[in-house]
């Protein structure tokens, strides 16, 4: 199934920039409570909490 594309905007002019795209499922899980075990060797992003 084919994911429709934003349309990019130069000034007034639409750009055609065709490229393929592949929709793919994905599960979300909720982290909040687990959150500080996430890091950027592990699992490619971590968290950060404010100062």
Not at 1 to 12: E, I, K, L, R, S
Not at 18 to 23: I, W
Not at 42 to 51: C, I, W
Request: charged content about 10%.
């Amino acid at each position: 199934m084919a994911v429709p594309q934003t349309p990019v905007y130069v000034g007034n002019s639409q750009i055609d920039n065709p490229r393929p795209t592949t929709a793919t499922p994905v599960m979300v899980a909720d982290i909040t409570s687990s959150d500080a075990t996430f890091n950027l060797d592990t699992h490619g992003f971590q968290y950060r909490t404010p100062p």
